[in-house]
């Protein structure tokens, strides 16, 4: 990776700007826009960030595919941190934002209700048993719901019509713009799960271990090998931002950041 070729224009261009509006940038809050997989470890990043540059930060979350479309629609978004790279990218081939740079990874797990006995071996069958609501989040609006097809797509490698079946019966009950939203303080897949809206919910590892952690009933079950999907999530930095962009999106891939990542479940770029 070579952040400083993504954001090197930033640089250079910030570099030889006067003092007097680098200091105005310094006061005014970095608007980052952030999968909502990252919540809870950007905000500690985004936190020691701030008490160890005085930087502030504006932290705004939601499901990638509908942030970009906001940013596309003239929001003030200075970096964008998706659970893909698919979204950065698309705003990098309009021109005005940097090529994204892979800072995180992340799998799917299976979010279970505790009575589903589901396993790793019979995870397939779980979810293809008609009795079995199978939730997931909405694909193209949040890259989590892509990922789910994506499992679908190897599902149909391993048992023909597999796909057809999921792809019918799956649930999209999160990430999409008019999905319902959990009261304040509680978790999106924690509530969904809580409600009883699906038997198995398949969403990122980190997110079914935060859900499990609110709703100790839950059960976090691994995606065999054989159906594993691997998530990339990509880094994007505006052309015209302020050098505080590019250090924070430094930070983010510098050595501390990585290990509250690592904390909180995910894998390194």
């Not at 799917?108 to 779980?126: K, R």
């Not at 994506?150 to 999409?176: C, H, I, M, Q, S």
Request: hydrophobic residues 45%.
């Amino acid at each position: 990776m070579k952040l400083a070729t993504v954001v090197g224009a930033v640089a250079v261009s910030t570099l030889t700007a006067c003092a007097a509006p680098q200091a105005t940038a310094m006061k005014e809050p970095l608007q980052v826009y952030a999968a909502g997989s990252l919540r809870e470890v950007l905000t500690e990043i985004a936190r020691d960030h701030e008490a160890r540059t005085g930087q502030k930060i504006a932290l705004t979350f939601g499901a990638s595919g509908l942030l970009r479309e906001r940013i596309e629609k003239g929001e003030g978004a200075q970096l964008f941190a998706s659970a893909d790279t698919q979204h950065p990218q698309r705003l990098a081939a309009a021109g005005a934002w940097a090529a994204p740079t892979v800072f995180v990874r992340n799998s799917l797990c299976a979010l279970t209700q505790a009575g589903t006995n589901a396993t790793p071996q019979n995870l397939l069958e779980t979810m293809l048993n008609p009795a079995v609501k199978l939730g997931t989040s909405t694909p193209k609006a949040d890259p989590s719901g892509d990922y789910a097809w994506e499992l679908f797509r190897k599902a149909e490698t391993v048992r023909p019509g597999a796909y057809a079946a999921l792809d019918a019966k799956a649930l999209k009950l999160t990430g999409g713009a008019d999905s319902p939203k959990p009261p304040a303080g509680r978790g999106t897949y924690a509530w969904v799960m809580d409600q009883g809206q699906a038997d198995v919910f398949l969403t990122y590892c980190t997110n079914a271990v935060a859900s499990q952690k609110e709703v100790p009933r839950l059960r976090v079950v691994q995606v065999p090998a054989a159906l594993q999907v691997g998530a990339s999530y990509g880094l994007t930095v505006k052309r015209d931002a302020p050098a505080p962009a590019e250090a924070f999106a430094q930070a983010l891939l510098a050595a501390p950041a990585q290990a509250t990542f690592a904390r909180y479940g995910f894998g390194q770029p």
